[in-house]
């Protein structure tokens, strides 16, 4: 199931944003804002009371397990960290097998895997709500993390429909993530969406064929460039991404020479921007590398601490919008007759 199934006993997956439709996006950015104003009230509702997540990790991370975790307690749910080593999953277990035996013990199983087939094969199999935690192929949590903060800092006059978005950086098939994910958001949401890249590190025919399918039906425009100048002259919102890779080592230097300095996120080309033009990042950043510290820590010019702090709103809402449905709700007389028999059984056979 996509995440577009939500009928009465299906399972909704979150993992592919261009999956949704632009009012479920809308939808959950709703959600989320209500779950963030209840935080800043310190009153987040206990509505996934009882809910236990597994997390399974095969990369190491920051953002995603903190947020994730902490979103579950903040609900009144658990979250379980599984790393690898610690469970079987795809090496001495069949994927198929590990999906429907935790689906059997939790009320959903958030993934961050590095192979896009495996979130995909344990969505097939399993009985709850799978979330994408990011792959080599796209970072749904990430790109809803994302647009819900652009739509937080929209430019004075402008709709979250108006917007320009620019991703600068890396949009390789095999490598280019949130180039990808800012597309598929793009797509969702009917923007106008520019990738600059060089061209031996551009997006492929094929990601790019996805990405206009959607926005034929959305009203979504996507230009790909490598004229850095063109491409941020009226930009609302630059994001980029790193450049190096785990398992690209070998890369490296010729990386470095196709990017730098051109496609650095720096302020000459923040300043060829309109003045409102704001900077994100997913983090982690390799500091003077892809983003400076100049544009990162800028007061006014960057939301990279605010998009990261918007990780856990997001959380929350994607848990509370995929898992509150799926709750079972006893009424208080049910939970008091099985509390009653319960201890009565106990106590009348372990004195």
């Given at each position: 199931?996509?995440a577009t199934?939500?009928?009465?006993?299906?399972?909704a997956?979150?993992?592919?944003?261009?999956?949704?439709?632009?009012?479920?996006?809308?939808?959950?950015?709703?959600?989320?804002?209500?779950?963030?104003?209840?935080?800043?009230?310190g009153?987040?509702?206990?509505?996934?009371?009882?809910?236990?997540l597994?997390?399974?990790?095969?990369?190491?991370?920051?953002?995603?397990?903190?947020?994730?975790?902490?979103?579950?307690?903040?609900?009144?749910?658990?979250?379980?960290?599984?790393?690898?080593?610690?469970?079987?999953?795809?090496?001495?277990?069949?994927?198929?097998?590990?999906?429907?035996?935790?689906?059997?013990?939790?009320?959903?199983?958030?993934?961050?895997?590095?192979?896009?087939?495996?979130?995909?094969?344990?969505?097939?199999?399993?009985?709850?709500?799978?979330?994408?935690?990011?792959?080599?192929y796209?970072?749904?949590?990430?790109?809803?993390?994302?647009?819900?903060?652009?739509?937080?800092?929209?430019?004075?006059?402008?709709?979250l429909?108006?917007?320009?978005?620019?991703?600068?950086?890396?949009?390789?098939?095999?490598?280019?993530i949130?180039?990808?994910?800012?597309?598929?958001?793009?797509?969702?949401?009917?923007?106008?969406?520019?990738?600059?890249?060089?061209?031996?590190?551009?997006?492929?025919?094929?990601e790019?064929?996805?990405?206009?399918?959607?926005?034929?039906?959305?009203?979504?425009?996507?230009t790909?460039?490598?004229?850095?100048?063109?491409?941020?002259?009226?930009?609302?919102?630059?994001?980029?991404?790193?450049?190096?890779?785990?398992?690209?080592?070998?890369?490296?230097?010729?990386?470095?020479?196709?990017?730098?300095?051109?496609?650095?996120?720096?302020?000459?080309?923040?300043?060829?921007?309109?003045?409102?033009?704001?900077?994100?990042?997913?983090?982690?950043?390799?500091?003077e590398?892809?983003?400076t510290?100049?544009?990162?820590?800028?007061?006014?010019?960057?939301?990279?601490?605010?998009?990261a702090?918007?990780?856990?709103?997001?959380?929350?809402?994607?848990?509370?919008w995929?898992?509150?449905?799926?709750?079972?709700?006893?009424?208080?007389?049910?939970k008091?007759?099985?509390?009653?028999?319960?201890?009565?059984?106990?106590?009348?056979?372990?004195?």
């Amino acid at each position: 199931m996509t995440a577009t199934a939500r009928t009465k006993g299906a399972v909704a997956h979150f993992l592919d944003t261009i999956d949704l439709s632009k009012q479920e996006m809308l939808d959950l950015f709703a959600t989320i804002r209500m779950l963030k104003e209840a935080d800043m009230q310190g009153a987040v509702p206990k509505i996934l009371e009882g809910a236990s997540l597994a997390m399974i990790f095969e990369e190491p991370s920051t953002r995603t397990r903190v947020s994730f975790e902490t979103a579950m307690t903040d609900l009144g749910g658990h979250a379980l960290y599984l790393k690898p080593g610690e469970i079987h999953f795809g090496s001495h277990e069949a994927i198929k097998d590990t999906a429907r035996v935790i689906s059997s013990m939790c009320h959903g199983i958030m993934l961050r895997a590095k192979e896009h087939e495996s979130v995909l094969a344990l969505a097939e199999h399993a009985t709850v709500p799978v979330f994408n935690a990011m792959t080599y192929y796209n970072h749904p949590t990430q790109g809803v993390c994302d647009f819900f903060t652009m739509s937080e800092h929209l430019p004075e006059g402008k709709a979250l429909d108006d917007i320009h978005v620019v991703f600068v950086g890396d949009s390789r098939e095999d490598t280019g993530i949130m180039s990808k994910e800012t597309g598929h958001m793009c797509a969702t949401l009917g923007l106008r969406y520019t990738v600059c890249s060089p061209e031996r590190y551009s997006m492929s025919e094929g990601e790019q064929a996805k990405i206009r399918a959607k926005m034929a039906e959305t009203g979504g425009s996507l230009t790909v460039t490598d004229d850095v100048d063109a491409a941020v002259g009226d930009a609302d919102f630059i994001v980029p991404d790193v450049w190096t890779y785990y398992g690209y080592e070998d890369e490296e230097a010729d990386r470095m020479a196709s990017f730098m300095p051109e496609f650095q996120l720096n302020m000459s080309m923040l300043e060829k921007a309109p003045a409102h033009c704001k900077a994100l990042h997913c983090l982690p950043a390799n500091r003077e590398v892809e983003i400076t510290s100049e544009v990162m820590d800028h007061p006014t010019r960057s939301l990279v601490f605010q998009e990261a702090e918007n990780r856990l709103h997001t959380q929350r809402g994607l848990l509370a919008w995929y898992l509150y449905p799926r709750m079972r709700e006893a009424d208080a007389r049910l939970k008091a007759y099985n509390e009653g028999r319960v201890r009565s059984f106990l106590d009348s056979h372990l004195k």
